[in-house]
């Protein structure tokens, strides 16, 4: 997993917070990168209606929906986050082995099955939640 999933929570966060529209150099700040990065990530999050954008002196990215609805596993997946990954597969599926022919497809399925159990948890954790979670910490 990269930072794109935690960069788009904060950037929610934010948006939710504010209650306006922040511009990408703002969000940029307060998250601790670059406004490039910030333009990239929120571009998937527009593309699934959670955010808008608006240009102008009072423009920037605006959130769209409720975000007492909005569940981390909704913003995962705009963003195709995959929480546990390997580009890397040991073996050889060629291979006249059972171990070195077999443990990439095992591999993978313990991974998918990772993914799977990550976005059931992110299902029940909205957007307010972590906004409220940030507001009562002691």
């Given at each position: 997993m990269d930072s794109s999933f935690n960069l788009a929570v904060h950037a929610l966060v934010c948006l939710s917070h504010s209650g306006r529209s922040l511009s990408s150099e703002a969000l940029a700040e307060n998250i601790c990168t670059n406004p490039t990065r910030v333009r990239r990530v929120l571009a998937g999050l527009k593309k699934a209606g959670m955010v808008e954008t608006r240009e102008g002196l009072?423009?920037?990215?605006?959130?769209?929906?409720?975000p007492a609805a909005l569940s981390l596993r909704q913003v995962a997946e705009a963003i195709n986050t995959r929480f546990v990954d390997c580009a890397w597969h040991s073996g050889d599926?060629?291979?006249?082995c059972a171990i070195c022919s077999g443990?990439?497809?095992?591999?993978d399925t313990l991974y998918r099955n990772m993914n799977e159990q990550?976005?059931?948890?992110?299902?029940?954790?909205?957007?307010?939640?972590i906004e409220t979670q940030l507001f009562t910490q002691k």
């Open positions: 009072d423009g920037g990215y605006r959130l769209c929906t409720d599926i060629d291979r006249d443990m990439a497809g095992v591999m990550c976005a059931a948890y992110l299902s029940r954790i909205t957007i307010t939640d």
